[in-house]
């Protein structure tokens, strides 16, 4: 289930569902902690009109559209239940001043005869993400809201209508001693004022409205966050004092200025994909904590059929999604982003597999032996990678404080390792993970990122006038290039390998055909861009893939089976090569045909413009986790990429 809203601060994200339900609530961390990771966890949205309670989540009764109609990230939920004959309308916003989810709830009556409507709010946490029975909510009759707590985290539940607070509500137990949740005692139109409950508990708030014929009332909802139940309290008396209207017109203000950068350049951006462009900013913003880490995904559908989720920082996603940014000339977020990376650093100059948005490590199953070779659980490229996008940030920057900042706390214990972690019998670096996680190996796109994070090192050198580590960075970059011209080409498929595996101390190279050998190689200028193993290549893919104007989706490689339905197809279609494959088009030229691309992937995005990690090519269904920050970097760098060409 993707999820078509996302709402964020950069330290309060939430989730919208298909049915504009609360699905992920992240505090303090934005992908880390996750309140509302679980099934019975959903905050239910229903109404009762005419002696029956319906709510949103009654899959057969409501239709729903969703979309961010401004540029702000303030979501727009509209759903449609023809047969009570109402509507509600959501303008949903988290506050860019404070964390406080709000929502102003627009109930309209499509009957001819006016109607008493009760608006029933649910909320169910497992605070802290913990599965233990410790979380404790209560009534606050001086402050007229809910209060959800447990140990440094509070949560402040509350609303009004026409200035008055809401005049139902119940505290209940749900997933044990056989309760099922407190919203079961709405279903008869009054709650019963239960007013505290300890373990695993739930709430609900009910607004009774009265609408006239055809005509609609409003009622605003907000949860306030905080660390500690005097700042929940706070947040709470601020959207009482300024309200919700105010508050979502300050938030707006506030996305309208960041959004600025993008804004300068979106008349040079086609007409029919400034909406697309401006979102997926946004979106990719959204995924952003503000102490630097750069979330994959806060979308936890996974957690339904895997062990994990993506809510974490890889560096090399966090990598690829900056570069939109640095081009358009954001600072803070690079900044930022960078002091996450060096404080992660090993000792030994190399960045691991994942981090929690707290910079804590994150889970793993990479481990430190792989058969007769014993090696550092990482993918090498995120190192480089990183050491790369930094050059890029100085080099548009030009300021000489962030080498000062970077450059040697770094930088250099960075660009030593990539200089040293080499095979001595082929040159090329030594194995590690590959960027898809899956296979310990050297391969061709970390080899190409090494190669230009290498190079990119040895010019920030030259700048600091550290000739030693300038001359060594760019010698052991030449010396990779050299190795990979003699290792990773495979003539006979006139393809990239995907790299070389050292079995039995022997290098033995893999001959699939992986699009990021390829186009690792192209971006990271391994090989020469009108040279003929970068243009066999090209062909190879199309032709393997069976790419066209009306099918230019490409998998990650052949028979890729993640999350394959059916085994007829190669892989699914994953947004990232894809696009990858427009960029090498802009480049030699064929803009027409990078534009059906960018046309496709537009056709494939969310009505919100969320776009996920992968498209089925059954039945062109997108495949959570939807929003994939990676996804919506490669689409804004591609539309950076034809403005530039052109």
């Known amino acids: 289930m993707a999820r078509p809203i996302v709402l964020s601060n950069g330290e309060l994200h939430v989730g919208l569902n298909k049915y504009g339900l609360v699905h992920d609530f992240y505090y303090p961390y934005v992908g880390f902690e996750n309140h509302a990771a679980g099934s019975n966890l959903r905050h239910k949205v229903g109404i009762f009109v005419d002696g029956k309670i319906s709510w949103l989540d009654d899959a057969n009764d409501w239709t729903f559209r969703f979309e961010y109609p401004n540029t702000a990230l303030i979501g727009h939920t509209r759903a449609i239940n023809e047969k009570l004959e109402i509507i509600l309308e959501f303008d949903d916003a988290v506050d860019a001043e404070m964390s406080s989810f709000m929502r102003n709830i627009h109930v309209v009556n499509l009957k001819n005869t006016s109607r008493e409507i009760t608006l029933y709010l649910h909320q169910a946490f497992a605070i802290g993400d913990s599965r233990s029975n410790t979380d404790t909510a209560q009534y606050l009759p001086d402050s007229n809201a809910i209060l959800h707590y447990r140990g440094r985290r509070a949560f402040v539940i509350s609303g009004d209508y026409k200035g008055k607070p809401f005049d139902q509500y119940s505290i209940g137990l749900f997933g044990i001693e056989g309760h099922e949740g407190s919203f079961r005692d709405a279903e008869d139109g009054q709650l019963d004022r239960n007013n505290v409950e300890h373990g695993r508990v739930d709430s609900v708030l009910g607004f009774t409205v009265n609408v006239a014929a055809q005509s609609s009332e409003r009622v605003h909802y907000w949860i306030g966050a905080g660390m500690s139940i005097r700042e929940a309290l706070y947040i709470h008396r601020q959207m009482i004092d300024d309200g919700v209207n105010k508050r979502i017109h300050t938030t707006a203000q506030w996305w309208h200025t960041w959004l600025q950068p993008a804004l300068k350049l979106i008349d040079r951006v086609p007409k029919d994909h400034r909406s697309l462009f401006l979102r997926s900013v946004m979106i990719m913003k959204s995924q952003m904590d503000k102490r630097g880490a750069i979330i994959a995904s806060t979308d936890s559908t996974m957690l339904n059929y895997s062990r994990d989720a993506y809510a974490y920082s890889w560096p090399r996603d966090g990598g690829h999604v900056l570069w939109p940014f640095i081009r358009m000339g954001y600072k803070d977020e690079p900044y930022r982003f960078f002091e996450f990376c060096r404080r992660g ?34 993918q090498e490229d995120e190192t480089a990678l990183v050491v790369f996008m930094f050059a890029q940030f100085y080099n548009i920057q030009q300021d000489s404080t962030l080498m000062k900042d970077f450059y040697s706390s770094m930088i250099v214990p960075m660009a030593d390792f990539l200089a040293d972690f080499v095979d001595d019998e082929t040159g090329l670096p030594k194995p590690s993970y590959d960027l898809w996680e899956q296979d310990f190996m050297t391969t061709t796109y970390s080899t190409a990122v090494t190669y230009a994070g290498l190079l990119a090192a040895s010019e920030l050198a030259v700048v600091a006038g550290d000739d030693g580590h300038a001359v060594k960075w760019r010698t052991a970059a030449d010396d990779i290039q050299v190795a990979a011209h003699k290792h990773l080409c495979n003539p006979d498929r006139k393809a990239f390998h995907k790299g070389v595996r050292f079995e039995n101390g022997q290098a ?69 090569p894809t696009l990858w494959h427009a960029q090498y088009l802009i480049e030699i030229g064929k803009a027409d045909s990078a534009q059906v691309i960018l046309d496709w992937v537009k056709d494939h995005a969310l009505s919100t413009g969320m776009l996920s990690e992968q498209i089925n090519p059954i039945d062109n269904e997108a495949v959570a986790p939807a929003p994939l920050t990676w996804s919506q970097a490669e689409y804004v760098s591609t539309v950076l990429d034809s403005i530039e060409k052109r």
């Open 508 to 576: 033995v190279a893999d001959p699939t055909i992986d699009n990021s050998a390829t186009f690792g190689a192209f971006m990271f200028g391994l090989f020469s861009l009108d040279g003929p193993e970068l243009q066999q290549s090209i062909e190879t893919i199309v032709s393997l893939f069976k790419v066209s104007d009306q099918s230019p989706g490409l998998p990650r490689y052949e028979n890729d089976d993640y999350r394959r339905t059916d085994a007829s197809v190669t892989g699914n279609y994953w947004f990232i």
């Open 345 to 378: 650093m090993h000792p030994s100059g190399y960045l691991m597999h994942k981090y929690r948005a707290d910079g804590a490590l994150g889970s793993s199953w990479h481990p430190y032996v792989h058969g007769d070779i014993v090696a550092p659980p990482i």
